[in-house]
Every structure is written in structure tokens, then in C-alpha cells.
């Protein structure tokens, strides 16, 4: 396979995100006024760079914050591969120290290495990766798109670096990224390495 240049970006800010709450992909929410305004900065820092592809999931968040790239006209794809994680029935709710005590224990599961555990109603870090890399082969069989723009979720990008990067996936949270960062990633038609992590100067 080519090389390939990815851009891949956490969507702007929420509600949900300002207030704290857990925004899975059973939470389909819109980007808020800092949102839209991180997303604007995002496009005039990088309108220029000649994207072949838009690769977002199908939530409104993701795609709102890579709108003005599609207005462009630069051809652009959703899959719900690339989806949040679905955290069930605690999907929406505030993550606290009373009733969201269930949701701190099962991210701690994650960490020990029980993979397979999912919230009710949910699904694991398992469930999703396995989405995630039908949507990866798809992309990385498409060698005439050498620069590409994928724009995901905050638990999403944790699980997918740490599969395409080779890392144990229990060691996913050691991938700490903000509204709108960006990760540029180099492919080498073998093997991903990050050039930029969670860089945010162009909302400076």
C-alpha cells in the first residue's frame, strides 16, 4: 500500500462537553457556540492542505466540525465505525461521584484489561474496534488518497491510535486529546507513527 498523511481530529465542543456529561453514540448532540468557533479556526489553519477525503462518523458533531471542508466540495464519508462509544444507559447522564460511580468502576475495568466489559445496553472497547477497522480497511485500501481528514470522539480516537499504533488497548487513556486536537498521522503503507498529538495551536 502508499503512504498515506491522515489528519485525525477530536469534533468540537458540546454542552455535553462543557457540562460534564457522558456523550456516547446514543447522544447525538450539536456543536455549541465554542464548538462552531474552534471549527471555524480549524478550517482557516488548515483549508489549504489538499484533502482528498473527509472521513467522519455519522454523529452531528463530527460532521459539523469539518462542515466547511464538504461546502468546499471535497468528497466526504460517514460510518458509524466511526462513532463514539455506546455507554448504554449512561449515555447523557453526568458523570459524578453518587450515581455515576458505576461508570468510573467500568472505565477502571478497561484499564485492568477486561476489554470485553460493556456498559448495559452499550458496547466494549472490543465491540468498537472491531467496527473501527472494517472502516480502516476500506480507507487504507484507497491509495489514491494520500492526505485525508477523519474527524471522530474522544473514546474512539483512544481506541483506534492504540490499535493502528500497536498498543496495548488496557493503556488506551494514556491518549489525552481536547475539543478539536489533532493528531497528524504519517502512513507508510506498513506502519502509523503520530507527527503531532493533540495539537491545538491553531485555535490560538
Not at 114 to 142: H, N, T, Y
Not at 180 to 192: A, H, P
Request: charged share 30%.
Amino acid at each position: 500500500m502508499k503512504s498515506k498523511k491522515i489528519y485525525l481530529i477530536r469534533h468540537g465542543q458540546t454542552d455535553y462537553n462543557l457540562k460534564g456529561y457522558v456523550q456516547g453514540s446514543g447522544v447525538d448532540s450539536d456543536l455549541n457556540q465554542t464548538g462552531l468557533d474552534q471549527a471555524a479556526k480549524f478550517f482557516q489553519h488548515y483549508k489549504d492542505i489538499p484533502f482528498k477525503k473527509v472521513y467522519t462518523s455519522v454523529l452531528k458533531r463530527s460532521i459539523q466540525s469539518v462542515q466547511s471542508f464538504i461546502d468546499m466540495g471535497i468528497s466526504h464519508e460517514a460510518y458509524e465505525g466511526f462513532n463514539e462509544i455506546n455507554w448504554g444507559n449512561k449515555d447523557g447522564k453526568e458523570v459524578s461521584f453518587g450515581d455515576n460511580t458505576y461508570y468510573w468502576n467500568m472505565v477502571k475495568k478497561w484499564r485492568d484489561g477486561d476489554l470485553d466489559f460493556k456498559p448495559e445496553g452499550g458496547e466494549s472497547p472490543l465491540d468498537l474496534l472491531a467496527k473501527q477497522q472494517k472502516v480502516m480497511k476500506i480507507i487504507l485500501a484507497r491509495e489514491e488518497e494520500d492526505i485525508i481528514l477523519i474527524c471522530m470522539h474522544g473514546r474512539a480516537i483512544r481506541i483506534l491510535l492504540s490499535s493502528i499504533l500497536h498498543q496495548d488497548l488496557k493503556l488506551m487513556d494514556t491518549f489525552q486529546h481536547e475539543n478539536l486536537g489533532l493528531y497528524l498521522l504519517e502512513y507508510d503503507g506498513t506502519d502509523f507513527k503520530v507527527e503531532k498529538a493533540n495539537d491545538r495551536k491553531h485555535l490560538l
